[in-house]
């Protein structure tokens, strides 16, 4: 009986032992990770009366996280920004690469009538076919960039 369990275990040890070279490739990429990608939207934020440049208006770049009880999706920030004198802003999110990436962008007056007061705004921006640039062959797909110019309505005093 010992002799059945030294050969079994002598035929068992030598079979483990074959899989395991066998299955060792040579210049084979050791890679563990999830594709992500960077996505950048750019604009710059008018008034929509007078087409000036607007600035200290916030940009909060926001995603859907998951869909919640009463089926609207939540929304998480990812970036936020202020617009320059310029009106100009741009927000980043580093996130998973998939094929269609959706993001929200809230525009929000913050300086009150210091810079005259404008009507809050969100807008969703879709990037469908991102094309990516710069990416490094391996997880990284790179980045994909959107340019949105938005005109903000001024808000009429009671």
């Not at 859907?64 to 202020?82: C, F, M, R, T, V």
């Not at 996130?95 to 809230?106: C, K, M, R, V």
């Not at 969100?122 to 990516?132: E, R």
Request: hydrophobic share 40%; proline share 4%; glycine share 8%.
């Amino acid at each position: 009986m010992k002799h059945i369990f030294k050969l079994s275990n002598a035929i068992i040890a030598g079979l483990l032992a074959l899989l395991g070279f066998a299955s060792c490739v040579e210049n084979a990429p050791n890679e563990y990770g999830t594709p992500s990608a960077k996505y950048r939207i750019n604009g710059r934020v008018t008034a929509a009366e007078s087409n000036q440049p607007v600035r200290e208006i916030k940009v909060v770049m926001r995603e859907d996280s998951h869909w919640g009880l009463d089926g609207e999706p939540l929304w998480y920030s990812l970036d936020s920004a202020w617009t320059d004198a310029s009106g100009n802003y741009h927000v980043v999110a580093n996130t998973i690469s998939i094929d269609e990436a959706a993001f929200q962008l809230e525009f929000s007056d913050t300086d009150g009538d210091a810079n005259g007061a404008y009507r809050d705004t969100t807008v969703t921006v879709v990037f469908t076919d991102p094309v990516f640039t710069g990416g490094d062959g391996h997880w990284y797909k790179g980045e994909a960039t959107q340019e949105l110019d938005i005109a903000l309505t001024e808000l009429t005093p009671n």
